[in-house]
């Protein structure tokens, strides 16, 4: 499983317009979640472009077709990295009903940035899936790492990794240990904060997402 490393910005105006709506501090857990399901489908459309499509024999009012259809034996696993990848995950099912859903579990110990995984579920069939792995933040890029190390274990297909927001600092440490997984992002932004926020950003996407602090 080789690919170039890639980074692939969605600058498409609707996402760019929901994008900064999500960003103003001012706007609240039900507008910010809303807006995240809204980008995900948009995301989801990008990021699914390459799928295989096969041909059916169809029948409209008119006349008989050959009419493409997504290749049944190419499904799609979407691997959720709780909690804040919900906010992805959700619009993205959305629009690929048929994948099958993993969740890794991870959450950055605030001081050190290091990374705790506390949960894992994947579908028994990953080997014979493409991933795609979501999670709204790449700042330091230990969780995406962190995630992905453990879900290469699965032997899927291939992976892809979708986030809403990106820092360069996390494009590169995630490049550097994967470089076979290209990105799917929303905005690239200017760097992280001694936190490890990346600014200008929009916060901690988990607490902007289910109203905690
Ligand atoms: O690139 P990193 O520096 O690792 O930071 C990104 C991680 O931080 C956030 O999760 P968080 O740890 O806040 O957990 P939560 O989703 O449960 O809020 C975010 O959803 C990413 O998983
Ligand atoms: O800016 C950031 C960085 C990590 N996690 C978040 O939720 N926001
Ligand atoms: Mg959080």
Redesign the pocket.
């Given at each position: 499983m080789v690919f170039p490393a890639e980074v692939n910005v969605i600058k498409h105006p609707l996402v760019q317009h929901k994008l900064t709506l999500m960003r103003q501090a001012e706007t609240h857990t039900q507008d910010f979640r809303r807006l995240l399901k809204e980008i995900s489908m948009l995301l989801a459309y990008e990021v699914t472009r390459d799928l295989p499509v096969k041909y059916e024999k169809i029948r409209t009012p008119l006349a008989e077709m050959d009419a493409p259809v997504l290749a049944a034996d190419k499904n799609m696993v979407i691997v959720s990295?709780?909690?804040?990848?919900q906010g992805l995950l959700d619009g993205m099912l959305e629009l690929i009903p048929t994948a099958k859903v993993g969740h890794i579990g991870?959450?950055?110990e605030p001081t050190t940035?290091t990374?705790v995984e506390y949960y894992l579920k994947l579908p028994n069939d990953t080997e014979h899936r493409d991933m795609l792995v979501v999670?709204?933040?790449?700042?330091?890029?230990?969780?995406?790492v962190a995630a992905v190390d453990r879900l290469k274990e699965a032997n899927p297909l291939s992976i892809k990794f979708v986030c809403l927001l990106a820092a360069p600092e996390?494009i590169q440490c995630f490049h550097e240990q994967h470089p076979d997984v290209p990105i799917y992002t929303a905005a690239v932004d200017e760097r992280l904060d001694e936190h490890?926020y990346i600014v200008p950003g929009v916060g901690?996407?988990?607490?902007r997402l289910y109203g905690t602090k």
């Amino acid at each position: 499983m080789v690919f170039p490393a890639e980074v692939n910005v969605i600058k498409h105006p609707l996402v760019q317009h929901k994008l900064t709506l999500m960003r103003q501090a001012e706007t609240h857990t039900q507008d910010f979640r809303r807006l995240l399901k809204e980008i995900s489908m948009l995301l989801a459309y990008e990021v699914t472009r390459d799928l295989p499509v096969k041909y059916e024999k169809i029948r409209t009012p008119l006349a008989e077709m050959d009419a493409p259809v997504l290749a049944a034996d190419k499904n799609m696993v979407i691997v959720s990295i709780m909690r804040a990848g919900q906010g992805l995950l959700d619009g993205m099912l959305e629009l690929i009903p048929t994948a099958k859903v993993g969740h890794i579990g991870l959450y950055r110990e605030p001081t050190t940035l290091t990374v705790v995984e506390y949960y894992l579920k994947l579908p028994n069939d990953t080997e014979h899936r493409d991933m795609l792995v979501v999670d709204p933040m790449l700042a330091t890029g230990n969780s995406a790492v962190a995630a992905v190390d453990r879900l290469k274990e699965a032997n899927p297909l291939s992976i892809k990794f979708v986030c809403l927001l990106a820092a360069p600092e996390g494009i590169q440490c995630f490049h550097e240990q994967h470089p076979d997984v290209p990105i799917y992002t929303a905005a690239v932004d200017e760097r992280l904060d001694e936190h490890g926020y990346i600014v200008p950003g929009v916060g901690d996407a988990g607490d902007r997402l289910y109203g905690t602090k």
